[in-house]
């Protein structure tokens, strides 16, 4: 459709008038949160003619149904600000409204506080900003991998980011990357000899053996590996852990103890160990092994066969302190997570079942109103609705 300017005190658009194009773009208007009938859109001009190539502008909401004939016909008529009047009037053919020009220096400072995916958002923009994002080595010396790109990542598409640090990569975290495997991951290592953090946590695809593979080749090309994390990698036996262990040049001896607690809500600064895991002395499989916080139990783990330390499936540990629990010892949650009888007490419980939610799921509370008191957790708000909706 044309776009056409109007002159003062001219009611009619000349040829010389002419701006651009415009690009209409429907969607249902809403009025106090509620759909409008048919008729109503909003209509979005973009002016593309030559000389401004990169503009936009937002007309008001109206009503087609009460338009006159020259709309009906694609023609409409726009009044623009007085300072982009200006402006598209000094205008010469081919010239450019607003000139490309260098990303601020204070951006450069931003780009290292942005994870992968703010990096990689950011990058589509424009060209001046992927250039100076994938020429940044120090945006690319630190890896990490998460949710929602986890599950979008694969072995070439790794491949890609880790070459941009040239190298020179230290750190390189893949949460939950079930697209990756030992191929994969090995090439990685390859082009990157330097890595000092490795965390390969729930990689399905990952196997033991190249696993091993891979650690052999960082501490026999640099032996700067520093930390591994292994978490929830199947079939991962006490063997692999051992040749692991001598490739990092560690015994079973330094191995801190965790508590489970400290460990869920900070990992990174509770774990100073350089492998997470361990063989569990309750069932003698490889898994996170934690230990009691409480005193009583800390003076049970000099008796061996009192010991409360283990993994989370021999050894059940409260959502609330983190200590050892006993079946016969824990309270009913409206989450379904284990909680001790002493947390339990403490906590806010749901006015119909009497359940509350752990500290870990305390987001899900929908308190009531100001003039009552408690909440109501999700499973009694819908039994509530489905008794109002079924037919009496």
Request: proline share 6%; charged share 20%; hydrophobic share 35%.
């Amino acid at each position: 459709m044309p776009i056409r300017r109007r002159k003062k005190g001219q009611d009619n658009s000349t040829e010389n008038d002419f701006l651009g194009n415009l690009v209409i773009s429907t969607s249902p208007f809403l009025a106090n949160n509620k759909p409008q009938p048919y008729g109503h859109m909003t209509i979005y001009a973009c002016l593309s003619y030559p000389f401004f190539p990169t503009s936009s502008l937002s007309l008001s909401v109206m009503d087609v149904s009460q338009t006159d004939e020259n709309t009906k016909n694609h023609q409409i008529t726009l009044c623009l600000p007085q300072s982009i009047q200006e402006k598209l009037s000094g205008l010469k053919l081919g010239e450019e409204l607003i000139k490309p020009a260098q990303p601020h220096e204070a951006l450069f400072l931003v780009l290292p506080c942005l994870n992968l995916l703010e990096l990689l958002t950011l990058s589509r923009v424009c060209i001046l900003l992927k250039d100076a994002i994938d020429n940044d080595i120090l945006v690319w010396l630190d890896i990490i991998v998460e949710s929602p790109l986890n599950m979008r990542i694969n072995d070439d598409i790794l491949l890609k980011f880790t070459s941009k640090a040239l190298g020179r990569l230290r750190s390189l975290v893949l949460m939950n990357c079930v697209r990756i495997t030992d191929d994969g991951l090995h090439k990685v290592i390859e082009n990157n000899p330097h890595i000092e953090k490795l965390y390969i946590p729930s990689c399905t695809q990952l196997t033991p053996d190249g696993i091993v593979r891979v650690v052999k080749s960082l501490t026999d090309q640099s032996n700067k590996l520093k930390f591994l994390r292994l978490e929830n990698v199947q079939n991962l036996t006490k063997e692999h852990l051992q040749i692991l262990q001598s490739c990092l040049k560690i015994s079973p001896e330094e191995q801190k103890p965790k508590v489970y607690l400290a460990y869920e809500l900070f990992p990174s600064l509770s774990d100073t160990n350089a492998i997470d895991v361990e063989v569990c002395p309750k069932c003698k499989n490889v898994k996170l092994v934690f230990e009691c916080p409480r005193e009583t139990c800390r003076n049970k783990n000099k008796r061996l066969l009192q010991a409360c330390k283990g993994c989370l499936h021999c050894i059940p540990r409260c959502e609330g302190c983190g200590g050892c629990v006993d079946v016969d010892e824990t309270g009913e949650t409206a989450c379904l997570d284990v909680v001790c009888l002493d947390c339990w007490l403490k906590l806010p419980k749901c006015n119909l079942c009497n359940k509350p939610y752990c500290n870990r799921h305390a987001d899900n509370i929908q308190w009531s109103q100001p003039y009552s008191s408690g909440f109501v957790c999700d499973s009694c708000t819908g039994e509530m609705e489905q008794w109002l909706a079924s037919p009496c």
